[in-house]
């Protein structure tokens, strides 16, 4: 009988666990600290416009390679025009990507470095 509930309690602290830290540690944000602005555009396969930043430091991947991403629509068009401005300055970026930071993610907070 005791081993039932020991068994039990197991169960139970396992599920507790999958149902609150899985989900905490599967939503974590990036915080790319440098970032190059190579291109802001548009698609017709996309709403919004699309845009390819480099990891000037290499931290998150390769420096010689860009990954493609995309504006939370919350930020869209205040996104566009500090990434804009940022470009055409030639600065770079600090911005914070939803996820992992592979491509095709969100990008959700963006400032202009002082460099």
């Not at 020991?6 to 905490?24: E, N, Q, R, Y």
């Not at 390769?62 to 470009?87: V, Y």
């Amino acid at each position: 009988m005791r081993k039932k509930k020991m068994s039990v309690a197991l169960m139970v602290g396992i599920i507790c666990f999958m149902l609150f830290a899985i989900p905490t540690i599967a939503s974590a944000d990036i915080d790319l600290a440098v970032a190059s602005v190579a291109r802001v555009g548009v698609a017709t396969t996309v709403e919004g416009p699309v845009i390819q930043l480099y990891d000037v430091n290499g931290v998150f991947w390769a420096k010689n390679t860009m990954r493609q991403f995309f504006l939370s629509p919350e930020i869209k068009n205040t996104g566009l025009a500090t990434l804009l401005t940022a470009l055409s300055l030639e600065k770079t970026v600090w911005v914070r990507i939803a996820g992992t930071g592979a491509p095709g993610s969100l990008i959700t907070i963006i400032y202009i470095n002082n460099n």
